[in-house]
């Protein structure tokens, strides 16, 4: 039985969304994100993944800081409660950027109720899982579990309304901000970097399709660059190839560690461990207070 | 601590992102009891020997796991601090793997596992990547706007 139906069957593979998890939201999801691609891209020195890690975190901050804001016309209910939270999504942004210590966290968030009591429930033999399922019921299409929780709505995301936005431009002015935009800051699926939506983009090159279009984007270069860190600033860039060096010597010193030496000592017998032509003693030269000329 | 450099490198600049550290840890140590409870333990490590890819299917157990707490958690489990966790319940798993022989931790698995545990987790949250792309095109007007980064600018020092 694949690992991924058997852990599936034991927990209950249940979807946070549809479990009704609370907190940031999109945003600080995509936050999250661009934290851990930056911790990976900074071990592994894929200046790739730093790129994307850095656009993710600032998407991840600046999204929250705007949501909160009233600046994006789609705001669902959780993410206006995001406001809470939205500290959470700077300060991620903030590390991934600049390799800061971690803040310490964010306020008001409720305690999770995760007791180990509760946990080893997850295993009652009467149920395959704590939400009630008959013992029976979640066999069937265990390995289709999570294909079949994408296809579910989020009711935590309002999709139906991001929907009706075709052109953001005009949602934004029609919350009566008259800035006009430069040209080309718009960032349209299809357009630029990125394949059309749907066409199967994984999460990450959706993030680099997001970047590239930054990277170019002449008002976000002068901008929001600074935010980005590791996408563009050299002294980052400088970090990032220390921390491989590192990474590689941590690397080599594990190798060496595991590599057991072979000793070849090889006897010959026959050999004299005397030497066979007499050599010539040269006497070392005394040196010394009572030798000084 | 983490067998392989590597990892607990990994680990290290994690941990320096996690912004909630009591709710990261009180996930992580509640998902590692689960899945070190010695029944699923069992089973985990006899579903992992037989699969083509354990990296893969790893993750989306975790995910599973991060799931069924966030539902006995009633709707109180942050989505960023369940993401990290997830992926710091991922490092430990691929140590596990690779002192169990099956995989080789190297840079390119590395990069291979933050794939994975990605897909299969952000789905979960409700984040696809046709709603991601919605999400960063509602976004970039906000990222174009000098009044509004300037604004964005001032919170991040503390003045908003």
Redesign the interface.
């Known amino acids: 039985?694949?690992?991924?139906?058997?852990?599936?069957g034991?927990?209950?593979?249940?979807?946070?969304?549809t479990?009704?998890?609370?907190?940031?939201?999109?945003?600080?999801?995509?936050?999250?994100?661009g934290?851990?691609?930056?911790?990976?891209g900074?071990?592994?020195?894929?200046k790739d993944?730093m790129k994307i890690g850095g656009i993710a975190a600032?998407?991840g901050?600046?999204?929250a800081?705007?949501t909160n804001?009233g600046?994006?016309?789609?705001a669902s209910a959780t993410e206006t409660a995001a406001g809470a939270?939205q500290?959470?999504?700077?300060?991620?942004m903030?590390?991934?950027a600049s390799?800061?210590?971690?803040?310490s966290?964010?306020a008001g968030?409720?305690?999770?109720?995760?007791?180990?009591q509760?946990?080893?429930g997850?295993?009652n033999a009467d149920k395959l899982?704590?939400?009630g399922m008959e013992s029976g019921t979640a066999t069937a299409g265990l390995v289709d579990?999570?294909t079949d929780?994408?296809a579910q709505k989020?009711p935590?995301?309002d999709?139906s309304s991001?929907a009706s936005?075709t052109n953001?431009?005009d949602?934004?002015l029609s919350l009566g901000?008259q800035?006009t935009?430069?040209p080309g800051?718009?960032?349209?699926?299809g357009a630029n970097t990125?394949s059309p939506?749907?066409s199967g983009?994984?999460?990450?090159?959706?993030?680099k399709g997001?970047g590239d279009?930054?990277e170019k984007?002449k008002?976000?270069a002068s901008?929001?660059a600074n935010?980005i860190g590791g996408a563009f600033d050299k002294r980052k860039a400088a970090e990032v190839d220390l921390?491989k060096a590192?990474?590689a010597a941590?690397?080599q010193?594990?190798a060496n560690a595991n590599d057991v030496p072979k000793l070849g000592l090889k006897l010959t017998p026959k050999a004299s461990i005397f030497r066979t032509q007499p050599v010539a003693y040269n006497a070392p030269m005394a040196t010394g207070l009572f030798n000084a000329r | 601590m983490l067998k392989n450099p590597l990892l607990q490198k990994t680990q290290d600049e994690i941990d320096k992102t996690v912004t909630d550290r009591a709710s990261f840890d009180k996930i992580v140590r509640a998902a590692t009891k689960t899945i070190y409870d010695k029944d699923v333990f069992d089973r985990i490590s006899q579903g992992i020997a037989q699969s083509q890819d354990p990296v893969s299917d790893v993750a989306k157990g975790i995910v599973g796991i991060i799931g069924a707490l966030a539902s006995r958690a009633q709707g109180t489990m942050p989505h960023d601090v369940a993401v990290q966790a997830g992926m710091s319940l991922m490092l430990d798993a691929l140590d596990f793997l690779e002192q169990a022989g099956l995989v080789q931790v190297d840079n390119a698995m590395l990069e291979k596992a933050l794939n994975d545990f990605i897909e299969a987790m952000l789905p979960n949250t409700g984040l696809t990547a046709e709603k991601l792309g919605s999400a960063l095109q509602q976004l970039a007007p906000v990222l174009g706007n000098e009044e509004q980064m300037a604004k964005f600018e001032a919170s991040m020092k503390g003045g908003a």
Not at chain 1, 22 to 31: E, K, P, Y
Not at chain 1, 42 to 46: D, L, Q, R
């Open positions: 039985m694949p690992a991924v139906a058997v852990l599936a034991v927990a209950g593979a249940t979807s946070l969304a479990a009704g998890v609370a907190g940031l939201g999109l945003f600080g999801t995509i936050g999250a994100i934290g851990i691609v930056s911790a990976v900074a071990v592994t020195g894929s993944l600032l998407a901050g600046v999204g800081f705007a804001q600046w994006l016309a789609s939270t500290g959470g999504a700077i300060e991620a903030k590390n991934a390799g800061a210590e971690a803040v966290p964010t968030l409720a305690e999770a109720n995760l007791a180990q509760e946990a080893s997850l295993f899982s704590p939400l579990s999570t929780l994408m989020n935590l995301l999709t991001s936005i953001p431009t949602a934004r901000t800035t935009l430069p800051s718009t960032f349209t699926l990125l939506a749907g983009n994984s999460i990450l090159d959706t993030l997001f279009w930054a984007n008002t976000l901008i929001g935010f921390l590192q990474t941590l690397q010193q594990a």
